[in-house]
């Protein structure tokens, strides 16, 4: 995977700043390309489901995850073609990873012990909180404080790797929340 990082933006209209350009692999412009075909309309919130998936993205950036197997299972975990066909042409372990990825709400023990389906889960919830801190979306950030608690229990690990990540939800699930009313105010 070549990421190139380019200049840091400012946060404009509530937008997530990218600060990357990816060049990856076949395989990964593959998955990209079929997801995006696969997608469509789709929308999350108010904004094209790519835009979330390159969110996304730039959070495993951010926090130093540079593994193309992860990049490209995210686009793989959206692309609307059979499971077959997925491992053809993707290969068993980016389509495992994608599963992973994609069942949180039914994960089981032994895709709970998956350091990298936790990478992946970590980054997608951070994502999805910074989309609803950023948006004033006040329902759906109350809802990810809400659930954390399960959700930490569900995926927390004593890992070196996610120990960053992990404070940041802290931070905003547990001290933020307490103050929550008065954060979307400022």
Not at 31 to 50: D, T, V
Not at 69 to 92: A, R
Not at 154 to 170: I, Q, R, T, V
Request: proline share 2%.
């Amino acid at each position: 995977m070549d990421i190139k990082f380019t200049k840091q933006s400012k946060i404009s209209d509530h937008k997530m700043p990218i600060s990357y350009s990816l060049k990856g692999s076949n395989v990964y412009n593959r998955a990209k390309l079929m997801a995006i075909m696969s997608l469509g309309e789709r929308q999350y919130y108010n904004h094209p489901f790519r835009k979330h998936i390159e969110d996304i993205e730039q959070t495993l950036i951010d926090y130093g995850f540079e593994n193309e197997d992860f990049f490209t299972s995210i686009w793989v975990s959206n692309c609307d073609i059979p499971f077959k066909k997925k491992l053809e042409m993707f290969g068993k372990d980016i389509v495992r990873l994608s599963y992973g990825f994609n069942r949180t709400k039914r994960i089981n023990e032994s895709l709970k012990g998956n350091t990298d389906v936790v990478t992946l889960n970590l980054a997608q919830r951070i994502s999805n909180i910074n989309y609803s801190i950023n948006n004033q979306e006040h329902t759906s950030f109350d809802l990810y404080v809400k659930t954390y608690d399960k959700y930490r229990e569900s995926f927390y690990s004593e890992s070196d790797e996610h120990e960053k990540m992990w404070k940041y939800l802290d931070f905003c699930c547990i001290e933020v929340a307490d103050l929550n009313s008065f954060f979307f105010f400022f």
